[in-house]
């Protein structure tokens, strides 16, 4: 085996990694990409949202990549690159199931909740049919100068005073690298923690959640072709599903259960991508995959009824545990992105912008240069800000979880996550950056007291129990009230929020702007 000598390796392939890795190659580092599987291939993480628009548009921007900037909307996406598949996204959509009956909703909504994330399709945000836009990106990379390496499973990772050394299994035999930096990008596999797990730390101290996160869970999913309409099959069996600020289904549709919930992500071509995320409760369920999801969609006959035809694209898979978080973020020569380091629950779309931001992050850092009279100030930096923004997400999930139960309870608690986003996309579209930049801000508001307070303390009045649902909102609509631009806490809107203009101009004073002054920025809304 030669020892092949790199300025970077990055490992794993997925959109962050190749993203990351042909910056790097255009500030003129010797980067090389190391990929286990081979492209195209299945990946869960399939839905953006605003605050990803905003990080694609900036790195674009920043580095000349035109490409980034098409696929931050759906319209730029339809124009400039019509060949990678993906579907229409225009808000977040939520219904509360009870197994053993048919969907059932009233005209106030009291089991469907729709907000809009944008005002219309052509500043939309994407579901990504991840196949198509992974190997894109690869493709793009390598045009830039990565040497990307595919079915090439590293395992080995030792740490040296002037970078790092890693080994492992290519196609053509034993692999040898040694490079300045490594970053690892590779997601739930967690390289960096199994490798040092070998040498230097047990299994647990590696996959350590907070003492307050979520419990175990597993997520059941695939893609299939054959869904119907849940808005049509609800309609048939009695529900009220008066007109919401877009359709139903074109959003990250989200039904809540008694044993979880189950996510569907329609994509353009027909296909719907599904998952079911089951955090223990329920009667137990068959070890099979398919006739697990069989088994929770025959408690729920709606859902079984969109389902029940439908036609898995390759079989249906399991992931057995989750949530986890890593021991460490960063070593001296060596950091991990956010998935490598965390994960929590795909409730909420976080995990695209959380990885774009931290993209963002990594490419100023050797945009200055990376040297070590820098690098450790940086990345010091960097792992404040995740472990920040882990803690800030795991509230989030956390108190959603707790709230599930009731549906009122849950519409409140979700109103938290709804102001923070909001209130961080409009700043970050409005108003001057900060001195370094919008993306070393707190993801979601991890920086922000007002933001980081609501979430905490909202998932402690929840674990707690103590309050009525009537004073549960009522503390709810008091917590957003600073963030709350979007106008969340109008009962006359029946859980159906649009993008609303006037509202955004009556509530100009959160974000430090005058009437006037907002509406003459109102253009920014629509992107670079």
């Given at each position: 085996?030669?020892?092949?000598?790199?300025?970077?390796?990055?490992?794993?392939s997925?959109?962050?990694?190749?993203?990351?890795?042909?910056?790097?190659?255009?500030?003129?580092?010797?980067?090389?990409?190391?990929?286990?599987?081979?492209?195209?291939?299945?990946?869960?993480?399939?839905?953006?949202t605003?605050?990803?628009?905003?990080s694609?548009?900036?790195?674009?921007?920043?580095?000349?990549?035109?490409?980034?900037h098409?696929?931050?909307?759906?319209?730029?996406?339809?124009?400039?690159?019509?060949?990678?598949?993906?579907?229409?996204?225009?808000?977040?959509?939520?219904?509360?199931?009870?197994?053993?009956?048919?969907?059932?909703?009233?005209?106030?909504?009291?089991?469907?909740?729709?907000v809009?994330?944008?005002?219309?399709?052509e500043?939309?945000?994407?579901?990504?049919?991840?196949?198509?836009?992974?190997?894109?990106?690869?493709?793009?990379?390598?045009?830039?100068?990565?040497?990307?390496?595919?079915?090439?499973?590293?395992?080995?990772?030792?740490?040296?005073?002037?970078?790092?050394?890693?080994?492992?299994?290519?196609?053509?035999?034993?692999?040898?690298?040694?490079?300045?930096?490594?970053?690892?990008?590779?997601?739930?596999?967690?390289?960096?923690?199994?490798?040092?797990?070998?040498?230097?730390?047990?299994?647990?101290e590696?996959?350590?959640?907070?003492?307050?996160?979520?419990?175990?869970?597993?997520?059941?999913?695939?893609?299939?072709?054959?869904?119907?309409e849940?808005?049509?099959?609800?309609?048939?069996?009695?529900?009220?599903?008066?007109?919401?600020?877009?359709?139903?289904?074109?959003?990250?549709?989200?039904?809540?259960?008694?044993?979880?919930?189950?996510?569907?992500?329609?994509?353009?071509?027909?296909?719907?991508?599904?998952?079911?995320?089951?955090?223990?409760?329920?009667?137990?369920?068959?070890?099979?995959?398919?006739?697990?999801?069989?088994?929770?969609?025959?408690?729920?006959?709606?859902?079984?009824?969109?389902?029940?035809?439908?036609?898995?694209?390759?079989?249906?898979?399991?992931?057995?545990?989750?949530?986890?978080?890593?021991?460490?973020?960063?070593?001296?020569?060596?950091?991990?992105?956010?998935?490598?380091?965390?994960?929590?629950?795909?409730?909420?779309?976080?995990?695209?912008a959380?990885?774009?931001?931290?993209?963002?992050?990594?490419?100023?850092?050797?945009?200055?240069?990376?040297?070590?009279?820098?690098?450790?100030?940086?990345?010091?930096?960097?792992?404040?800000?995740?472990?920040?923004?882990?803690?800030?997400?795991?509230?989030?999930?956390?108190?959603?979880?707790?709230?599930?139960?009731?549906?009122?309870?849950?519409?409140?608690?979700?109103?938290?996550?709804?102001?923070?986003?909001?209130?961080?996309?409009?700043?970050q579209?409005?108003?001057?950056?900060?001195?370094?930049?919008?993306?070393?801000?707190?993801?979601?508001?991890?920086?922000?007291?007002?933001?980081?307070?609501?979430?905490?303390?909202?998932?402690?009045?929840?674990?707690?129990?103590?309050?009525?649902?009537?004073?549960?909102?009522?503390?709810?609509?008091?917590?957003?009230?600073?963030?709350?631009?979007?106008?969340?806490?109008?009962?006359?809107?029946?859980?159906?929020?649009?993008?609303?203009?006037?509202?955004?101009?009556?509530?100009?004073?959160?974000?430090?702007?005058?009437?006037?002054?907002?509406?003459?920025?109102?253009?920014?809304?629509?992107?670079?």
């Amino acid at each position: 085996m030669t020892l092949e000598r790199r300025d970077i390796v990055i490992v794993g392939s997925g959109f962050a990694g190749s993203i990351l890795a042909r910056i790097l190659a255009h500030q003129g580092r010797d980067v090389v990409l190391v990929e286990r599987g081979r492209h195209p291939r299945f990946a869960l993480g399939e839905s953006s949202t605003p605050l990803a628009s905003l990080s694609l548009e900036r790195l674009a921007a920043r580095y000349g990549l035109e490409d980034l900037h098409h696929l931050s909307t759906y319209g730029r996406w339809l124009r400039h690159l019509p060949q990678l598949r993906r579907g229409l996204k225009r808000g977040f959509t939520f219904y509360r199931h009870s197994p053993g009956r048919p969907y059932a909703n009233d005209p106030t909504n009291s089991r469907r909740l729709l907000v809009a994330a944008s005002p219309d399709d052509e500043i939309a945000d994407v579901h990504w049919m991840r196949s198509d836009v992974d190997a894109f990106l690869v493709e793009r990379a390598v045009e830039a100068g990565v040497d990307f390496r595919s079915q090439t499973l590293l395992t080995e990772l030792q740490e040296l005073p002037e970078g790092v050394l890693v080994g492992g299994e290519g196609p053509g035999g034993k692999v040898g690298l040694k490079a300045r930096f490594l970053v690892d990008a590779s997601g739930g596999y967690g390289f960096v923690a199994r490798a040092l797990a070998k040498v230097q730390m047990s299994a647990q101290e590696t996959r350590t959640p907070r003492p307050h996160a979520p419990a175990s869970a597993q997520l059941i999913f695939g893609h299939f072709e054959g869904v119907s309409e849940f808005v049509d099959r609800a309609r048939e069996g009695g529900a009220s599903m008066i007109p919401g600020p877009y359709p139903d289904s074109r959003a990250a549709v989200h039904h809540l259960l008694d044993e979880g919930w189950l996510y569907a992500l329609p994509f353009d071509h027909g296909v719907v991508s599904a998952g079911l995320i089951r955090r223990g409760a329920g009667p137990p369920l068959p070890t099979e995959p398919r006739r697990a999801w069989e088994a929770v969609l025959e408690r729920y006959p709606t859902l079984e009824t969109c389902f029940g035809s439908a036609r898995p694209l390759q079989p249906i898979a399991r992931v057995s545990s989750f949530p986890y978080r890593r021991a460490k973020v960063v070593g001296d020569r060596w950091l991990l992105l956010p998935h490598a380091f965390a994960f929590f629950d795909p409730l909420f779309s976080t995990g695209i912008a959380w990885s774009l931001m931290a993209v963002e992050r990594v490419a100023q850092m050797f945009e200055r240069g990376g040297e070590s009279s820098s690098l450790k100030s940086d990345l010091g930096r960097y792992q404040d800000l995740l472990e920040r923004e882990a803690s800030q997400i795991s509230d989030l999930i956390e108190g959603a979880y707790l709230a599930m139960a009731g549906f009122d309870r849950f519409t409140s608690f979700a109103r938290l996550y709804f102001a923070a986003a909001s209130f961080q996309e409009l700043s970050q579209r409005l108003l001057a950056p900060p001195t370094q930049g919008w993306a070393w801000q707190g993801f979601l508001g991890a920086t922000d007291p007002v933001s980081r307070s609501f979430f905490r303390e909202g998932r402690i009045q929840l674990a707690a129990g103590e309050d009525s649902p009537e004073a549960w909102k009522e503390w709810v609509d008091g917590a957003i009230e600073p963030r709350n631009v979007i106008g969340l806490c109008d009962p006359r809107r029946r859980n159906l929020y649009p993008v609303d203009v006037d509202v955004l101009l009556d509530n100009s004073d959160l974000l430090g702007l005058s009437r006037v002054e907002l509406e003459r920025r109102l253009p920014r809304l629509r992107g670079c």
